[in-house]
């Protein structure tokens, strides 16, 4: 019997990491029944072409995409793909449909969605579309679809458990072509081993997805991956892309004596956790965690301020984040703290400035107690953008956000460009100041600058140092004022990296 083709496509063209959610939505099709393409940017520069290409004959095209500008990649490929073969049902998945299924279904190039996890869906989807018993499409939990101008939107799932998944067919994808170069290594690989959160964090789009429920892969399945991985591919770092990889201290601590028992020798980082989580951790466990690799752990502290991360349902505190920083400081693993600006609390519908003002000075407090410490941790502050399906959301529309209108309109929404009107026009400088002055003051430039000549290295040294001294000035000062040093630096940074193309920084975190 011939093999049904299945076309799938990775709309973020920015993004260089392995196409995990691709490959997930393959681990239960039968290879024996499908034939299945995997089409990214960092395999086919050419990727319309090549996605037009390989839907010659070809018997549903898939496409994972997230909010932004991947949505207008999307449209263009489905559009020509619904122009030169009408009769190829297309399905799109991830984070759009997730959060925005009707929005997504309205368009005429979409004929099907898949909100949340696609592992059992997209395979239910797959044999119903194969058998053409198309009345069962009302079965699939997580699918949505249109019934001629209705649309259909299944009831959805929550986090389903992964233990029981086969692993994802190695050879759908060349692997070489998605090592990336980070601050840790220059051959990193992205994998996933959880799914979901059980925390209840109001300005996330999570907990509605999960319905607050975390699973995850065992040690043992990780470790079998990565072993896998090792025979097709030398990588010297990883980086795991879980909402909350440190859950679970024991699977933790199997995961990282795997990692030494099989000598994988490499760097992990940009691993996301908890503070209230991670600071319960035994220093057995720590010692261990650093013995095998870790590098960087990125957290949410939100805030510097208590009654706002009560306000979000944080359930953590900020007590917690500067003791997390301490442990970090003791094991010298970097933490790098993330914090929102400008979240639709109660203090914004009474005084707007005063309540940035206030988020503002929260935060740089916290940043000079972190560097108290005398680490290299460093802040990462956002401006906060209202995320559809957040029960943050309907208080930002109170407050005076208007959502995009349309798909067009969704796919200019870009998370770090939204300018929310509760945060005063010159705030937005203010936060690109500190996000300046904590990369300046907070990097550790020894690990960053690994791909230089070392004589770059020891010019750039002194002038990195006084940047860092201006930067550590202006927090002690809160004076966030004509950042002429942050000017300079950016025009510097941006010379030196089109000068040294081997040098690049990735994209930190979701
Ligand atoms: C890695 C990551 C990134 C990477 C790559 C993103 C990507 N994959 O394209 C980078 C660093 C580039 C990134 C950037 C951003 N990210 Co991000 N990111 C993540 C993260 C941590 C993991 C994604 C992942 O690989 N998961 C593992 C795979 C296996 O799961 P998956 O991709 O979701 O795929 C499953 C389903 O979605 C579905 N599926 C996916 N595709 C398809 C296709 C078909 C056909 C089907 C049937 C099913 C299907 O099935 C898959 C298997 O179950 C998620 C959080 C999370 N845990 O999901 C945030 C997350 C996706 N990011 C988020 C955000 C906000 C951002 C940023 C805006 C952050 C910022 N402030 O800059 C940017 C910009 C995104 C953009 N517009 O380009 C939000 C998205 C919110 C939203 N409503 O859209 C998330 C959910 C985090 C959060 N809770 O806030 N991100
Ligand atoms: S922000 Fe992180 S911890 Fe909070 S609900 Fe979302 S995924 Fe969970």
Known sequence: MKRKKIVLFGSNIRYVGVPLGLLSITELLDPKKYDIRIITKNEYPNFKEEVIKQCDGAFCLGISTITGFPVSVAKEVSQEIKRIYPNIPIIWGGWQPTTLPEVTLKTPYVDFICMGQGERTFKQFIDI???????????????????????????????????????????????????????????????????????????????????????????TQVIRLLKKMRKIIKFDGITIVDNNFFINEKRVIDICKGLIKNKFNIKIGQLSGRTNNLVQYKPTTWKLMKKAGLYNILIGAESGNEDTLISINKDATVQDTLNLAKICNRYRILLIPSVI??????????????????????????????????????????????????????????????????????????????????????????????????????????????????????????????????????????????????????????????????????????
């Open 341 to 510: 600006v400008g979240l639709p609390n109660k203090k914004y519908f009474v005084n707007p400035n005063r309540a940035f003002q206030e988020d503002l000075e929260g935060i740089i407090d916290l940043y000079n107690k972190i560097s108290l410490s005398g680490s290299h941790h460093h802040l990462l502050t956002f401006p906060y953008a209202p995320l559809p399906f957040s029960p943050l959301y309907s208080k930002a529309i109170e407050l005076g956000f208007i959502p995009p209108k349309g798909i067009d309109n969704w796919s200019k929404y870009e998370f770090t460009e939204v300018h929310v009107p509760w945060i005063p026009a010159k705030g937005f400088q203010k936060i690109q100041v500190l996000n300046y002055i904590s990369t300046v003051a907070g990097i550790d430039y020894s690990h960053l600058l690994n791909s230089v000549p070392y004589i770059i290295k020891i010019i750039l040294a002194p002038v990195i140092q006084l940047f860092k001294r201006i930067g550590q000035w202006r927090f002690k000062t809160k004076f966030l004022e004509f950042p002429f040093d942050m000017w300079i630096f950016n025009l510097g940074s941006t010379v030196f990296i089109s000068l040294n193309k081997r040098f690049r920084l990735v994209n930190i975190g979701g």
């Open 129 to 219: 579309l194969s058998s053409e018993k198309f009345s069962e499409f009302a079965h699939i939990s997580g699918l949505g679809y249109k019934k001629g101008k209705k649309i259909i939107l299944n009831k959805r799932h929550g986090t389903e458990e992964i233990e029981s998944l086969p692993d994802f067919q190695m050879n759908l994808i060349q692997w070489d072509k998605y090592l990336e170069v980070t601050d840790f290594g220059k051959k990193v690989l992205r994998i996933s081993t959880s799914y979901g959160c059980p925390y209840r964090c109001a300005f996330c789009c999570e907990p509605f997805n999960s319905q607050r429920l975390w699973k995850a892969n065992t040690p």
